[in-house]
């Protein structure tokens, strides 16, 4: 079955710095590779995901970038705010499959 | 529209207790899903079920039983806690036609004396 690896298990920058979470995944036939933010006691929530007929995606100040030969994929966050503390989760699923995590990024913004 | 609803929220069971963890979800979603949260080990699902009637186990099934009788409800039944089943549970949903976004309920902690 799918193998998620994610790294580093936490990360702190100051404000403004940007952060990248890294991320590989073992089964070839995944497709579908979502990021998921979670605050404390809160939900996760998908912040952005991309599938594989495409390399890199952005939002705004997050990207995602896909590797599919080396089967790895990065969360990067640039001018990194306060606010973007929280945990981060990289996930991947073939088709419709069941989705499978990493085991989290906590992430650290220092003002 | 209320999206996907856990409860209950918190509980506290005692070594060897029973109860059913209730999941919702009102957008007719296909498939739905049950992760436990542990520090350090990310959400590791438990069963899933991609429609009514069918359920299957997840990489981590073993102490818990689930159904599928409806489309909306997916309950997740701990038939003797121990203290190993100390967590936070997530339900999800997802629509086949959507195949993207994993819609999470609000969680539910549970704590096993």
């Known amino acids: 079955g799918e193998n998620v690896e994610q790294h580093p298990s936490t990360l702190s920058v100051q404000e403004g710095d940007s952060a990248v979470i890294k991320c590989t995944y073992s089964?070839?036939?995944?497709?579908?590779f979502p990021w998921y933010k979670q605050e404390l006691g809160k939900r996760p929530q998908l912040i952005i995901d991309?599938?594989?007929?495409?390399g890199e995606k952005k939002d705004q100040r997050i990207a995602v970038t896909l590797n599919k030969t080396a089967k790895h994929f990065s969360l990067h966050i640039t001018e990194t705010q306060p606010e973007d503390s929280a945990v981060y989760f990289c996930?991947?699923?073939?088709?419709?499959?069941?989705?499978?995590f990493g085991t989290g990024t906590r992430l650290l913004v220092s003002p | 529209n209320a999206g996907v609803t856990q409860t209950p929220k918190f509980q506290v069971l005692k070594t060897g207790q029973s109860m059913t963890l209730q999941c919702a979800q009102d957008?007719?979603?296909?498939?739905m899903s049950w992760y436990r949260q542990d520090p350090g080990m990310g959400l590791r699902l438990i069963h899933y079920?991609?429609?009514?009637?069918?359920?299957d186990q997840g990489e981590v099934p073993n102490g818990y039983n689930v159904s599928r009788s409806t489309t909306e409800d997916f309950p997740l039944r701990l038939l003797s806690a121990a203290p190993s089943q100390t967590s936070v549970y997530f339900c999800?949903?997802?629509?086949?036609?959507?195949?993207?976004?994993?819609?999470f309920g609000e969680g539910s902690r549970l704590t096993v004396l």
């Open positions: 996930a991947a699923r073939a088709g419709f499959q069941k989705l499978v």
């Open positions: 999800a949903s997802i629509s086949r036609a959507a195949a993207g976004e994993l819609f």
């Open positions: 957008m007719n979603h296909e498939y």
């Open positions: 079920s991609v429609g009514a009637g069918i359920t």
């Open positions: 089964d070839s036939a995944s497709n579908y």
């Open positions: 991309i599938r594989s007929n495409v």
